[in-house]
């Protein structure tokens, strides 16, 4: 699974500094041209944990966004809103052409390696969104699969969030918003006749897993209302979505969801996650009918995370390890907690973040002296390798890396003198 990563990130926060600005500027020039309006004040009373609290403003609250007089309301706010900010419309203007002239204008990532292919994002100039191209490995041929520009044309506002490859590499889902509400439709391309098959899934949180057989994918649909990532529903390609499967629904609404993928593809991972505990539950990739299965039954307080890695498991857990440890566990029997082996052991000045599996080592990424450090580990666990960082304050991330089969990865790395670069070890 990949998610879109945006050329424009320092832009937006030029652009947030700009916004400030704006304020300023709107403070010294414009504020007296139009009330401000001031919504009715209509009491009421919240009844929860033996306690009553007042809410004048309830009533602004419209699940339905159909309320004429709360409409009416935000139309006012709006005009308002407008008539404020209009005096530096020409100077952010300005300032917006100028950060953007010093930004490449053609612009592409670091490719990676996802099965007989590599997959890299392009920017075009004068292009405000991002053109995916892959690379055929053994014939160097390249293609275009998907180009965000073109979808986003006729949406006033429009986000790619999330796209994934399906095993049989001719298939491409792909997640989208034209609305802003986070509320996202998902649509299949077929990569061999460049052309949208009927599949449409709306109202999802943006999470895409397929079976390995390339004939369903799993994704979340959201509450309605709260729009909580709440269950998770099987989907035969080619049928509607009325006939989709819901195959797990989280009841407890303090947990949210989230899914993808196993890092060997062998396995569709849904993450039940609250601020306290956590839980995963597997299906099997070729047996997508099967039901899902809890790794680890939540428990209060326990907060553990999986990594597929060969024939085992890795787990990242708090359990008695206030700052992680990993764990192990063999594929093929019980994955209970009794049965997990320390493998990292916990250590209290070391805060351990993530972890990545490959088939001969992993790499741990941890927390150390307030700074992220590298380590790559020998599969079992036992000698390592520090990768050193070449300023004394930095910032460090893992970068896409989709292939489990392969023998180097790549992490970010910026600082004060470094520009955010991609390098590979």
Not at 48 to 77: C, F, M, P
Not at 198 to 212: E, F, P, R, Y
Not at 241 to 249: A, C, G, H, R, T
Request: glycine share 4%; charged share 30%; with cysteine.
């Amino acid at each position: 699974m990949l998610k879109e990563e945006s050329k424009l990130h320092n832009q937006r926060i030029l652009l947030g500094f700009l916004l400030v600005c704006s304020c300023f500027i709107s403070t010294t020039y414009g504020e007296d041209k139009l009330k401000k309006p001031n919504p009715e004040k209509i009491p009421f009373v919240h009844k929860a944990h033996g306690e009553e609290r007042i809410d004048n403003y309830q009533w602004l609250r419209d699940d339905t966004r159909k309320n004429k007089k709360v409409l009416s309301h935000l139309r006012l706010e709006n005009k308002y809103l407008e008539n404020w900010f209009k005096n530096g419309l020409d100077l952010r203007s300005k300032l917006f052409e100028e950060i953007v002239s010093r930004i490449p204008k053609k612009e592409d990532s670091v490719p990676v390696k996802m099965g007989s292919y590599t997959y890299f994002r392009r920017y075009e100039p004068d292009q405000e969104h991002a053109i995916y191209i892959r690379t055929n490995i053994t014939t160097d041929k390249q293609e275009e699969i998907l180009n965000v520009n073109n979808l986003a044309k006729s949406s006033k506002f429009y986000r790619l969030a999330n796209w994934n490859i399906s095993p049989s590499e001719d298939l491409l889902a792909f997640a989208e918003d034209k609305t802003g509400r986070r509320q996202y439709e998902i649509r299949i391309k077929n990569l061999q006749t460049g052309k949208l098959t009927q599949d449409k899934l709306v109202n999802t949180s943006g999470d895409i897993a397929w079976s390995s057989d390339s004939d369903y994918i799993f994704y979340i649909q959201r509450d309605p209302i709260t729009l909580l990532p709440y269950r998770v529903l099987r989907h035969k390609l080619g049928e509607e979505q009325e006939k989709d499967k819901v195959i797990y629904e989280e009841t407890d609404n303090t947990f949210h969801l989230s899914l993808g993928n196993s890092r060997t593809m062998s396995y569709i991972e849904i993450q039940a996650s609250s601020t306290t505990s956590s839980e995963t539950l597997l299906i099997p990739s070729d047996k997508p009918l099967s039901k899902p299965k809890s790794f680890q039954k939540r428990q209060k307080g326990h907060l553990y995370w999986i990594e597929d890695d060969g024939d085992r498991f890795l787990v990242q857990t708090n359990l008695d390890a206030k700052n992680f440890k990993i764990m192990q566990v063999p594929k093929g029997g019980s994955t209970s907690k009794s049965n997990w082996k320390n493998l990292i052991q916990h250590n209290k000045s070391r805060f351990l973040e993530s972890v990545l599996t490959f088939p001969s080592n992993f790499v741990l990424i941890y927390r150390e002296d307030g700074l992220k450090k590298l380590r790559i580990y020998s599969r079992s666990g036992s000698t390592f390798k520090s990768i050193k960082m070449q300023d004394p304050s930095y910032s460090l991330y893992l970068a896409a890396n989709p292939e489990y089969n392969v023998s180097n990865f790549n992490f970010g790395y910026t600082s004060m003198r470094v520009p955010d670069s991609i390098y590979s070890a």
